[in-house]
């Protein structure tokens, strides 16, 4: 069903749904059938098979945490630059996540949210490009609101579990969708302020990690975000690397 806008991002439809695949699946679909605008929201109370990055399955409770996408038309955004929308879902995330719970709260690149060290949500995002320029983007967001029954090896968390008690999930998403339109406009606007913002709640910056290079073990000390995407990473040796998603990942906790 299509909401009156009460719930919005940046003014388009908000379009709710019990049960889908995927969010970003469905936008995808919608995209394609020209039948979405810029600053569309689907959210999913049911998620079937949502995704997180490098192909892993992201799991949400039926009806009790947000699976959402928002859809935006990026202006004159450069394909190689892309990631600053990564950096905008995050900080949005990061901030609705902090401004509820007392712990630390971190963005741990490329696209989770922790609390302390437990995930608390994930981003995935998918652009179509129309020669050097983004077209759309489909910012798909997974945030565990009131799950309880989490694995331990997934290290996860949620808003719930973090503050004794139900929480308002609907609530939460108009909180992340207000923020994350004030980042939008900052951006848009040409203010590169938000990105200090983005850096300083990197998760383990300016603290020796063990990580994984090229499939070998290494330690490292992460510095900031280049435009890229790349983690820029101060080497044992005084060196600072730029590395992509390829080649470096946060080691296994």
Known sequence: MEHDGRISALGGPFIELASVASTNKTAAELLRLSKLRHGAVILAHEQTAG?????????????????????????????????????????????????????????????????ERRKVAGILIENELAGERVAWSIIGIGLNVNSTDLAEELTATSLALEQGGEVDRMAVLEVLLQRFKELWEAWSAGSGQWEAAYTERLWSRGRWADLVLDGQPVQGRPVDVDEQGRLLVEMPGGGVGAFALDRLRFAPR
């Open 51 to 115: 995704r997180g990055q490098r192909g892993r399955q992201w799991i949400s409770a039926p009806g009790r945490d947000l699976a959402l996408s928002i859809v935006v038309a990026p202006p004159a955004l450069r394909a190689d630059g892309q990631f600053v929308l990564a950096k905008l879902a995050a900080l949005a995330v990061h901030d609705t996540v902090a401004s509820l719970l007392p712990g630390e709260v971190r963005i741990k690149w490329p696209n989770d949210v922790l609390v």
